[in-house]
């Protein structure tokens, strides 16, 4: 079959979600069925494979989008607990004490609290931990949702304590000999370890912004005067917290290897922001909150309940109101600590991940794919057990327990269709390789590389982001497309210094995908009882993201050549600033949508 047309169909359900999740702004769940109806029929016929594969495939999508709605449950559990025991109200104070500013707190929360979960534990959980806190102290569902996803950039290349690069890039490297004689003497653990480091450095250098993107996005899409230059005026707090974070990043990707960037990157923000915070340090002149409800947006709020409309309708002698700050906190920090443990403690991880705790099936329909599921090693019970600990810790009546589970259930059966859809859909995707074919990823991928000749480095973060968004994953993305990045780098000249550098794009795009991919925006959207609104979230995310992109290409090429590309990269970033700076939109949020 022709290459052209070959590309055109591969790039067929993509083009599917798009069109129907961004431009037409319908459903994710309708969306998510068009595109796997379209993918299953071009699997089935074009890609000539067995039903028996996309069979397969399909319960595979299933059990992950089960796990994937386990970890949702455990944290809405978990945040329902600690409104039901008035918790909430502690943390609410804690930060009102700290800053009254949403722009703070947005940087506080998602940009280093969510940046510590990643490093934990990946895989989405800090919008499932983050996202519901912040509706808890009094943000649009959707505004939460938009900034917990903004940050799923460069933390995500580290988390799970380094899992993209140490299983993702190293899987999809390892098993070619032809790299493993091109890189020698360095063996590819040791290679994993040279590219993390660049990794680490393209993402500080591309990412310091993103904290000042992210509240100028807060301020565009949810302030009352729709700017983008609200949200700019704390710039030298949002580039302080930047570098906060970046920095000490960098030094532990360069030191230690690429298990705890992310990880200690963030604990070492929070140690330096918050306090400069509480004194004042470079603290805005004005403040920043979102318009009343009844001047806003109702497509902004979801089904979770906010600390303060609790507020303006309990009773004095209301649960929770002697709760200390310290304690309030204490279950994420429970969540945070037992994250570590079970990433790190070498033989309670393996006690967790051993065949005995996992639930594995084996050669579904004799296809040789396979699905498995681990429980026990899930976020889900982390956030579980956690709650557990919460109800003896606040001193909860059976009676308040009980709707924090039966509201956690509630809103995890209204995000499970879309989840039930939308997986199974990547599944069968990325599945298609089994025939005459390359899989759909790698058709796609070799066509951008068969149309960019020497510039390939401008479009491999690119590929890595298209991975992330297809697979939802950006160990998944980097599995697929690394080995292919590298040769594509070899094949136009680039070998040694350059070829690592294309692969370092893989693995920064990939992550950056993450702000977009489906499944991410709908678990997101899902654990804030916000529902048929993915589209919207994605048409936002689309502008950080194409920045993302975009930027890392252009640092790619400068490292590689050097020259005039340094100079195109500056010019990207002043450009983009701008552009957002003098960008405004109507200003009656309760007219438009986001």
């Not at 309030?328 to 403690?345: G, K, N």
Request: with cysteine; charged share 10%.
């Amino acid at each position: 079959m022709n290459q052209g047309l070959l590309f055109v169909l591969a790039l067929a359900p993509i083009a599917i979600v798009f069109i129907l999740l961004v431009v037409m702004r319908r459903s994710a769940k309708l969306a998510m069925l068009v595109a796997y109806l379209a993918t299953a029929l071009l699997a089935l016929t074009v890609w000539g494979q067995a039903f028996s594969t996309v069979a397969a495939a399909t319960i595979n999508g299933i059990v992950t989008a089960l796990t994937l709605l386990f970890i949702i449950f455990g944290s809405i559990l978990l945040l329902q607990t600690v409104q039901e025991s008035g918790a909430i109200r502690a943390i609410r104070n804690g930060f009102t004490e700290l800053s009254p500013d949403r722009r703070i707190q947005a940087i506080i929360i998602a940009w280093l609290f969510g940046s510590m979960i990643e490093g934990a534990s990946g895989f989405g959980t800090p919008a499932a931990v983050a996202a519901p806190l912040l509706v808890a102290i009094g943000f649009p569902a959707m505004a939460a949702v938009l900034v917990t996803l903004i940050i799923q950039s460069v933390p995500v290349s580290f988390g799970a304590v380094g899992t993209p690069m140490l299983v993702g890039v190293q899987t999809g490297l390892g098993s070619s000999a032809e790299v493993a004689a091109s890189i020698a003497p360095l063996s590819v653990p040791e290679y994993i370890v040279a590219v993390a480091a660049n990794v680490a450095m393209v993402h500080a250098i591309v990412g310091f912004v993103i904290p000042l993107m992210m509240v100028g996005m807060l301020t565009r899409f949810f302030g009352a005067n729709r700017s983008f230059a609200d949200g700019f005026r704390v710039w030298p707090f949002a580039l302080f917290a930047g570098f906060a974070f970046t920095v000490p990043y960098y030094l532990v990707a360069w030191l230690l290897g690429p298990e705890f960037p992310s990880l200690l990157g963030g604990l070492i923000g929070l140690a330096i922001v918050v306090p400069a915070a509480r004194a004042g340090f470079l603290m805005p002149k004005d403040r920043f909150d979102f318009p009343a409800r009844s001047a806003a947006n109702e497509h902004w709020f979801g089904t979770l309940r906010s600390a303060e409309a609790e507020d303006m309708a309990a009773a004095p002698a209301a649960p929770g109101r002697g709760i200390s700050l310290m304690r309030a906190w204490s279950p994420y920090l429970i969540v945070a600590l037992l994250l570590v443990a079970t990433r790190v403690i070498a033989p309670l991880k393996a006690a967790l991940t051993s065949p005995e705790a996992t639930l594995a099936f084996t050669d579904l329909f004799g296809s040789g794919i396979n699905a498995t599921a681990q429980l026990l090693y899930s976020p889900g019970s982390i956030l579980i057990i956690a709650s557990v600990i919460s109800f003896f810790l606040f001193k909860m009546s059976g009676a308040a327990y009980g709707r924090a589970w039966s509201g956690s259930a509630q809103t995890m059966v209204a995000a499970a269709p879309a989840l039930l859809i939308a997986v199974p859909m990547v599944q069968v995707f990325l599945n298609t390789g089994r025939g005459p074919f390359e899989s759909m990823p790698l058709v796609l991928a070799e066509g951008v590389a068969g149309a960019t000749g020497g510039t390939w480095p401008l479009f491999s973060p690119l590929i890595g982001a298209l991975g992330a968004f297809i697979a939802g994953s950006n160990t998944v993305s980097n599995m697929m497309f690394s080995l292919f990045q590298f040769s594509a780098a070899e094949q136009i000249g680039l070998a040694g210094f350059g070829a690592m550098i294309v692969v370092t794009l893989q693995a920064v795009g990939g992550a950056a995908g993450n702000m977009i991919c489906v499944h991410n925006v709908v678990a997101a959207s899902a654990v804030v009882g916000l529902t048929d609104r993915e589209g919207d979230v994605i048409r936002m995310t689309l502008i950080p993201m194409a920045y993302y992109v975009v930027q890392a290409g252009l640092i790619g090429m400068s490292l590689i050549y050097g020259g005039i590309w340094w100079a195109l990269a500056l010019v990207w970033l002043a450009g983009v600033v701008t552009a957002m700076a003098y960008n405004r939109g109507a200003t009656n949020p309760s007219t438009v949508a986001a």
